[in-house]
């Protein structure tokens, strides 16, 4: 079946810094979605992208749909200790399909 | 107040019991799944149902069954609990529309269910 990977699979950066992570897939997704999870809670949709090359922002953090719509990307400008948790991103295919999830990114931050 | 709510929030149970997790939205939608989470393999698909009269298989279904009660409601059962059954459980839903208005066709979870089968 339809897989996602995501790297790095785990990150410390210090705060302040910038991050970048990426999802990727063998297959065309035409749809993108970024989720945060926090600890003990579900995820949460950050972002979602619906056209290939699209450059997204939600306050600090911008993703985009690849151009070859195997893979999508994620920056996160300026971390703060709040930004700690798993990053999830999501492909879908066709809409009104299933999604497929990726395995996820912890991302911690060093005061 | 949450448009998804799971409960309960955490169950430790034993071995061969059965238990119901439940799920209850407030969007409206008529979409929702019931997913499973375990560290470091993301969220897997146990089954979803797109309206009330409709129930489908996920990618994980054995072991499992579910109860969609009313557009609002899907509860998740495992029917006999076994160890490898501990994980990390979430409720979703979308508004499926997606043919028609593809930026509508995002998933929305629930706070998730801790389950620890002993």
């Known amino acids: 079946g339809q897989q996602l990977n995501q790297s790095p699979q785990s990150m410390f950066i210090q705060e302040g810094e910038d991050v970048s992570m990426n999802c990727t897939s063998s297959s065309i997704f035409n749809t993108w979605l970024w989720y945060k999870q926090d600890p003990g809670e579900g995820p949460v949709l950050l972002i979602a992208l619906y056209k290939a090359g699209e450059l997204t922002s939600n306050g600090r953090l911008t993703a985009q749909f690849g151009i070859t719509r195997k893979d999508s990307f994620l920056n996160i400008s300026a971390s703060i200790p709040s930004d700690v948790g798993i990053y999830f991103c999501a492909g879908q295919f066709l809409a009104g399909q299933n999604f497929v999830f990726g395995p996820g990114t912890r991302l911690s931050v060093l005061p | 107040d949450a448009d998804v709510t799971q409960t309960p929030r955490n169950r430790i149970t034993k071995t061969g019991k059965r238990i119901m997790l439940e799920c209850s939205q407030t969007k409206g939608h008529d979409r929702m799944y019931w997913y499973r989470q375990d560290p470091g393999l993301g969220l897997r698909l146990i089954y979803y149902s797109f309206d009330v009269k409709d129930i489908n298989k996920g990618e994980i279904s054995d072991g499992y069954s579910v109860s969609r009660q009313a557009q609002a409601k899907f509860s998740l059962s495992l029917e006999s609990a076994i160890p490898n059954q501990t994980a990390l459980y979430f409720c979703?839903?979308?508004?499926?529309?997606?043919?028609?208005?593809?930026?509508?066709?995002?998933?929305?979870f629930g706070p998730g269910t801790r389950l620890t089968v002993l």
């Open positions: 979703a839903t979308s508004d499926g529309t997606g043919l028609l208005a593809p930026k509508a066709d995002t998933q929305y």
